[in-house]
C-alpha cells in the first residue's frame, strides 16, 4: 500500500517556467490537499478537494491551478513559476472532511525557481 | 493573521525527561487540535488529536492538554526518546460546512539528548 505518492520529488524551474506537481493515493481517499512549507511560515493550505470535479481555495492559492478528474490524482500546476514559490510542496489526503480525519502527506517535492 | 501559534521554535530535553511543546490558537470555533511529526526529508505524520469537547486524550507516551478558556493546547512526551528529536506541528481543524480545513502553526524543532 503506497499511500500519498508526489513526484518528482526535486525541481529547478526558471522564472516564467511551468510545471505540474504530480500527486497520486491509493487509499480511495475523497479528500485531498496540496500545502507548501516556507521557514518561519509553517504548513499553509494551497487548494483542496472534497472529490472528484470539486476542487477549492486554500490559504495561499495564487500562482496555481488544480483539478481533479480522478479520486486517485490530484496535480498542482504552476503557469508561470516565480522565485516566491521556491518552496517545499506535500500532497495529503483523508477520507473525508471532518475535522477528526487524519490527514496522510507524501514525502514532499522541493521546488527551486531561478 | 497567525491563527495557530507555536511560539518556541526549539526545545531542547534531555533523554526519559519530559517534554512539554505548546500551542496558542485564537478562533475559538476551531473544532479538532492535532499535532504532526516530522522527519528531515519526510511528509509530516499524524501523532495524537483532541475534540474541542474534551481536554486531554493520552496515546502511549503522548498526552495532549487543551485549554480552552485560555485558547491553548500542549503535548507532553514522558519519558522523551532520541527517536522523538523531530519538528512538531500543531494543527487546528475549521469546519466550514462543506469540508474541515487545518490551519498549521510554525512548528517547534525538539532534539532529545542522550
Known amino acids: 500500500n503506497a499511500g500519498v505518492t508526489q513526484t518528482p520529488k526535486f525541481q529547478v524551474l526558471k522564472t516564467g517556467q511551468s510545471m505540474t506537481l504530480q500527486c497520486a493515493q491509493d487509499m480511495n481517499h475523497e479528500y485531498m490537499s496540496w500545502y507548501r512549507q516556507d521557514p518561519g511560515m509553517g504548513l499553509r493550505l494551497i487548494h483542496y478537494?472534497?472529490?472528484?470535479?470539486?476542487?477549492d481555495q486554500g490559504e495561499v492559492p495564487n500562482g496555481y491551478n488544480v483539478s481533479r478528474s480522478t479520486t486517485e490524482d490530484f496535480p498542482l500546476r504552476l503557469l508561470s513559476a516565480a522565485p516566491s514559490q521556491t518552496s517545499v510542496y506535500f500532497c495529503?489526503?483523508?477520507?473525508?472532511?471532518?475535522?477528526?480525519?487524519?490527514?496522510?502527506f507524501g514525502a514532499g517535492s522541493r521546488l527551486t525557481v531561478l | 493573521d497567525q491563527q495557530v501559534k507555536q511560539n518556541s521554535p526549539s526545545l531542547s530535553v534531555q533523554e526519559g525527561r519530559i517534554s512539554i511543546l505548546n500551542c496558542d490558537y485564537t478562533?475559538?470555533?476551531?473544532?479538532?487540535f492535532l499535532w504532526y511529526k516530522k522527519y528531515p526529508a519526510e511528509g509530516p505524520t499524524f501523532l495524537i488529536s483532541?475534540?474541542?469537547?474534551?481536554d486531554k486524550n493520552e496515546d502511549g507516551r503522548f498526552t495532549v492538554f487543551l485549554n480552552k478558556s485560555a485558547k491553548h493546547l500542549s503535548l507532553h512526551i514522558v519519558p522523551s526518546q532520541p527517536g522523538d528529536s523531530a519538528v512538531y506541528f500543531c494543527a487546528a481543524s475549521l469546519n466550514t460546512g462543506t469540508a474541515s480545513k487545518l490551519t498549521f502553526g510554525t512548528g517547534t524543532r525538539l532534539q532529545v539528548t542522550l
Open positions: 483532541i475534540s474541542s469537547i474534551k
Open positions: 478537494s472534497v472529490g472528484a470535479g470539486i476542487t
Open positions: 478562533n475559538s470555533m476551531f473544532d479538532y
Open positions: 495529503a489526503s483523508t477520507p473525508g472532511a471532518s475535522g477528526a480525519n487524519v490527514l496522510t
